[in-house]
């Protein structure tokens, strides 16, 4: 009878601690977010002179020279320079890693610090909040020269707790979260996964790594004196890193004067309260009555997180016969956002996509995955949809963003946020805006850009869909592995 007991107990264990993984993956795939994560803020409308576009491209020109126009960090430098009281950024790469890379074009994590510094140093008084996500430490198993350096000129800094959300790799996560992350494996050392010169990191900041999560988010908001001697805030939401290893990328951002700024900083200020112990009221405490908004015909709002893909994918259901859409994007993945392009293509919607080919990533090679199999299944559904690949040379087509044209309005979707599962359905950070009106400065010169990449007008931008055309089936079921799992870097 004992006997009988005894193998019963040995049979059942192993089916008890395997139904404990499932409940951790499942539970930590699936539970709360944290306050205020995943917003769709107000809308609110603003002047049309208070919305500017703002982009970064590198390319090839007539003469073979590599060409790489920039504005984005140019504006962000200089809206530190002129900020008056406070400055708030939250920015996923901020380090000098360079991979594979010998020479950065831009030491741009320098020219951010040193700014900084020297922002502090001149006005001791003002506040400065920096956000940042803890691969810049590669998860602990290394110190930041940067972060060290605002640290010590007094610059608050907040590395984000993203083991406070969602597990996009639950198969992973239900081995990590209750095992390796506790496995006292420090003394294992290896080489660093993002610097070629012989750095090694601990066998756990790997576990780390492996989890695939992240604050994803690439924001600045500060204030400023405008002409008239009145207190205004700017916000800057872009697709761009202050990463070294990045600085030769092409990306698109939006600079907005008025009001969103205070849907942004309570997005943000949540962050600080589930990644810190810290009062976010008491530290950086904001007095919004000091400051002057002014009201227009533009609307906008921000959007973090699932709330970009809701109303993604409510603005392309809303398109007819003879309106477009518009796609700049590094990664295009997620399968509710190809199944809503597909239905708007069969209802005669003109959809033009220029994608990375995603065979580049700081002197390492890649497979295209996910882009060429995306455009694979878009091509074999309707040969209609119009889809060129960004011209790359060793740099990324890192930008993000969607414009829809309808015969009513036009709305222009731009930020950090891919349209992959990791990036738009609540387990990243990020954080995008929505712009919509009619006869927009800033949507039309969202649309030239895309427009100047797309006819090539005076370089080789963009190349046609054969170029990097792949019909592996092998690539497409890795893609659709990595998408549904959430094993995969994107």
């Not at 109303?311 to 796609?327: P, V």
């Not at 399968?335 to 002197?363: H, S, Y």
């Not at 092998?474 to 995969?488: A, P």
Request: net charge neutral; with cysteine.
């Amino acid at each position: 009878m004992d006997n009988i007991v005894s193998m019963k107990i040995k049979n059942i264990v192993p089916i008890i601690i395997l139904l404990l993984f499932i409940s951790v993956g499942l539970f930590n795939s699936f539970k709360p977010l944290p306050e205020n994560i995943s917003t769709k803020g107000q809308i609110f409308n603003v002047p049309n002179k208070s919305v500017n576009f703002l982009s970064d491209l590198t390319y090839i020109d007539a003469e073979s020279q590599s060409i790489s126009e920039q504005k984005i960090f140019d504006e962000i430098l200089g809206l530190i320079n002129h900020a008056e009281n406070f400055i708030l950024i939250d920015m996923f790469l901020f380090n000098d890693f360079m991979g594979k890379e010998t020479d950065a074009y831009r030491n741009i994590s320098n020219e951010l610090t040193q700014t900084l510094i020297k922002k502090k140093k001149d006005n001791p008084e003002i506040k400065i909040l920096l956000i940042t996500d803890p691969i810049n430490t590669v998860y602990g198993g290394m110190e930041s020269i940067n972060l060290n350096l605002l640290n010590k000129a007094g610059i608050l800094i907040i590395k984000t707790n993203i083991r406070r959300l969602r597990d996009s790799n639950p198969i992973y996560s239900s081995l990590w979260r209750p095992f390796l992350r506790f496995l006292p494996l420090q003394f294992v050392k290896l080489p660093n996964p993002f610097i070629n010169d012989g750095q090694k990191v601990s066998l756990n900041a790997y576990f780390e790594l492996v989890n695939f999560k992240a604050n994803h988010r690439k924001v600045i908001i500060a204030d400023y004196m405008d002409s008239g001697n009145s207190l205004k805030v700017a916000s800057i939401v872009t697709s761009a890193n202050p990463h070294d290893g990045s600085s030769r990328h092409s990306n698109v951002a939006l600079k907005v004067n008025d009001f969103i700024w205070q849907d942004i900083l309570k997005s943000e200020l949540a962050v600080v309260d589930f990644s810190s112990k810290l009062d976010p009221d008491s530290k950086f405490y904001i007095d919004k009555s000091l400051y002057q908004d002014e009201t227009g015909s533009v609307k906008v709002q921000l959007l973090t997180e699932k709330e970009i893909k809701k109303s993604i994918i409510d603005s392309i259901n809303l398109t007819n016969n003879g309106d477009s859409i518009k796609i700049l994007m590094f990664y295009l993945s997620d399968r509710d956002i190809i199944k809503t392009l597909k239905k708007a293509n069969e209802r005669g919607v003109e959809i033009q996509m220029i994608l990375d080919p995603n065979k580049d990533a700081f002197g390492r090679g890649k497979n295209g995955v996910p882009n060429v199999s995306v455009a694979k299944e878009l091509k074999k559904a309707d040969e209609k949809f119009q889809i060129k690949w960004c011209n790359t040379n060793g740099e990324q087509c890192h930008s993000k963003m969607l414009l829809i044209n309808t015969k009513e309005n036009q709305e222009l979707f731009i930020g950090s946020a891919n349209l992959t599962r990791r990036n738009i359905d609540n387990y990243n950070l990020e954080t995008n805006i929505k712009v919509s009106g009619e006869s927009v400065f800033a949507i039309n010169d969202a649309s030239d850009y895309f427009d100047r990449i797309w006819n090539n007008q005076s370089a080789q931008y963009s190349v046609g869909y054969d170029i990097y055309k792949d019909e592996s089936i092998l690539k497409y079921l890795q893609y659709r592995f990595m998408e549904f799992t959430g094993i995969s870097s994107f």
